[in-house]
Antibody
């Protein structure tokens, strides 16, 4: 069974940094692309960042480019999202997601990690 | 960027009704489209990939169609557990983009 468990979310001040982790199990972590998707309170889904299988390439939304970094520890099957220069509009529930092998569509999601940025 | 325009934003329906949600892409995305269902306080669930491929365990009352820029999610006979918010997402190019969502509420 695929499991994705996020951690690291909490209240942070504007301008601060935070690292989210996502522990993955139940599948071959290095064989699937992974993504972070966020959802601000009461709003829709917003793609944040993705990493190709094995970590060979990374992609970012313009809203986080230069501030967030997606990475993975293949030996431990953990996905990370390093967040810096946080802003109030980064406040959201951050979902870790495993994508389909052939398409950038998340087919398994974690329960989410809540990040609140206070201004 | 590919803009995904989803309509309607909300639909009121009864159990047994046929419900249709549409998603229009601002450019041709071929068949790189998925549909998600999200219930309050839960993570989204992938229902359909590649426009019309039903994911394992998803009831057959859900179906997807379309190609190029215009896509449709159909629920043939709405069940109580289907009241939720539905999103489309294009996977053709980065940045990946979602539609604004369609909330299906009880009439």
């Amino acid at each position: 069974e695929v499991q994705l468990v996020e951690s690291g979310g909490h209240l942070e001040q504007s301008g601060g940094s935070l690292r989210l982790s996502c522990a993955a199990s139940g599948f071959a972590f290095t064989k699937y692309p992974m993504s972070w998707v966020r959802q601000a309170p009461g709003k829709g889904l917003e793609w944040v960042a993705s990493i190709a299988k094995g970590g060979s390439d990374t992609f970012y939304a313009d809203s986080v480019k230069g501030r967030f970094t997606i990475s993975g520890d293949n030996s431990k099957s953990i996905l990370f999202l390093q967040m810096s220069s946080l802003r109030a509009d980064d406040t959201a529930l951050y979902f870790c997601a495993k994508n389909l092998a052939h398409l950038w569509l998340p087919d398994h999601w974690g329960q989410g990690a809540l990040v609140i940025v206070s201004s | 960027d590919v803009r995904m325009t989803q309509s309607p934003s909300s639909v009121s329906a009864s159990v047994g009704d046929r419900v249709t949600v549409t998603c229009r892409a601002s450019q041709d995305i071929s068949s790189a489209l998925g549909w998600y269902q999200q219930k309050p306080g839960k993570a989204p669930k992938l229902l359909i990939s590649d426009v019309s491929s039903l994911q394992s365990g998803v009831p057959s009352r859900f179906s997807g169609s379309g190609s190029g820029t215009d896509f449709t999610l159909t629920i043939s006979s709405l069940q109580p557990e289907d009241f939720a918010t539905y999103y489309c997402q294009q996977a053709h190019s980065f940045p990946l983009t979602f539609g604004g969502g369609t909330k299906v509420v009880i009439k």
